[in-house]
T-cell receptor, first 113, second 117 residues
Framework: SQQGEEDPQALSIQEGENATMNCSYKTSINNLQWYRQNSGRGLVHLILIRSNEREKHSGRLRVTLDTSKKSSSLLITASRAADTASYFCATPRWGGSARQLTFGSGTQLTVLP | GAVVSQHPSWVICKSGTSVKIECRSLDFQATTMFWYRQFPKQSLMLMATSNEGSKATYEQGVEKDKFLINHASLTLSTLTVTSAHPEDSSFYIC?????????????FGPGTRLTVL
């Protein structure tokens, strides 16, 4: 089963609004990453947050991590139509190579112009 | 940032034939490459981990004789789907890791869409 589960599965918003996606995981981690995937394309790394960090920013992205709740959120502010994509959280796989990742189920974001 | 390419970007083949997919790291040496499979509207599932010069490590349920992986150099890994069947139709994505990146960040190729008729 997937280490990470994301909600919502799908999110549709108007351009200019903020989009928030959540990710929950089951085991202890030392970091959590968010990736973006445009339809039919590969993944693009967005941001990595370490277990000793609570919040991290990158441009219009804000990621939070709550290790006590085993959850993370990705906030995209002032969304644009070009932000339409699937967003996945990923965590190092328990018991595997430190470089192996387990991906969440993903959130499909649609930003309407 | 680091660039990973895949070739071909899409391929259609007849059932029973073999298909080779290439994954190249263009501007860095990839210590480790990963192969994923993604079915429509689903997440990525790791198929195998490939280290240069050694045998690939396959995930449970992935047939190593069906999905042949060769990581012959630090910039090239290949995945060969042997005797492909329609159920092998999927989106195959590779990723590469190098010691120059943050510990667990991977760089992904653009993916290869395989359709088996």
């Amino acid at each position: 089963s997937q280490q990470g589960e994301e909600d919502p599965q799908a999110l549709s918003i108007q351009e200019g609004e903020n989009a928030t996606m959540n990710c929950s995981y089951k085991t202890s981690i030392n970091n959590l990453q968010w990736y973006r995937q445009n339809s039919g394309r590969g993944l693009v790394h967005l941001i990595l947050i370490r277990s000793n960090e609570r919040e991290k920013h990158s441009g219009r992205l804000r990621v939070t991590l709550d290790t006590s709740k085993k959850s993370s959120s990705l906030l995209i502010t002032a969304s644009r139509a070009a932000d339409t994509a699937s967003y996945f959280c990923a965590t190092p796989r328990w018991g595997g190579s430190a470089r192996q990742l387990t991906f969440g189920s993903g959130t499909q974001l649609t930003v309407l112009p | 940032g680091a660039v990973v390419s895949q070739h071909p970007s899409w391929v259609i083949c007849k059932s029973g034939t073999s298909v080779k997919i290439e994954c190249r790291s263009l501007d860095f040496q990839a210590t480790t490459m990963f192969w994923y499979r993604q079915f429509p509207k689903q997440s990525l599932m790791l198929m195998a981990t490939s280290n240069e010069g050694s045998k690939a490590t396959y995930e449970q349920g992935v047939e190593k004789d069906k999905f042949l992986i060769n990581h012959a150099s630090l910039t090239l890994s290949t995945l060969t789907v042997t005797s492909a069947h329609p159920e092998d139709s999927s989106f195959y994505i590779c990723s590469a890791w190098t010691s120059g990146t943050e510990t667990d960040t991977q760089y992904f190729g653009p993916g290869t869409r395989l359709t088996v008729l």
